[in-house]
């Protein structure tokens, strides 16, 4: 098992950066792919992005792409979220998850997909 453990939200201005980091318990971090999702106030939880356990492989939604990155450092059992020009709509609770891969290259985009989830940092983009 894995418990995910996220920091680095909060406040900031549109055009704004922030950068999420999700910390990782356990000695078996690089056998999971890992995922980065958001819930607005009113909507459902939907898919940001998703690295591979090798960190080779990298997916990004496209409301985000071209101004979120998602990375990860096995070493460091962490995976990370840049958001850089950070606009009004991407408030939101962010949320990690981590789902064991079968293979490097695996990268999983469904809630449903995941097994383990830490309990969110709130990101407030003001106008």
């Known amino acids: 098992q894995v418990q995910l453990v996220e920091s680095g939200g909060g406040l900031v201005q549109a055009g704004g950066s922030l950068r999420l980091s999700c910390a990782a318990s356990?000695?078996?971090?690089?056998?999971?792919?890992m995922g980065w999702f958001r819930q607005a106030p009113g909507k459902e939880r939907e898919f940001v992005a998703a690295?591979?356990?090798?960190?080779?492989?990298?997916y990004h939604a496209d409301s985000v792409k071209g101004r979120f990155t998602i990375s990860r450092d096995n070493f460091k059992n962490t995976v990370y979220l840049q958001m850089n020009n950070l606009k009004p709509e991407d408030t939101a609770v962010y949320y990690c998850?981590?789902?064991?891969?079968?293979?490097?290259?695996?990268?999983?985009?469904?809630?449903?997909?995941?097994?383990?989830w830490g309990q969110g940092t709130q990101v407030t983009v003001s106008s």
């Open positions: 690295v591979s356990r090798d960190a080779k492989r990298t």
């Open positions: 356990g000695r078996t971090f690089s056998t999971y792919a």
């Open positions: 998850a981590a789902q064991a891969a079968i293979r490097d290259y695996y990268l999983y985009f469904k809630m449903q997909e995941y097994d383990y």
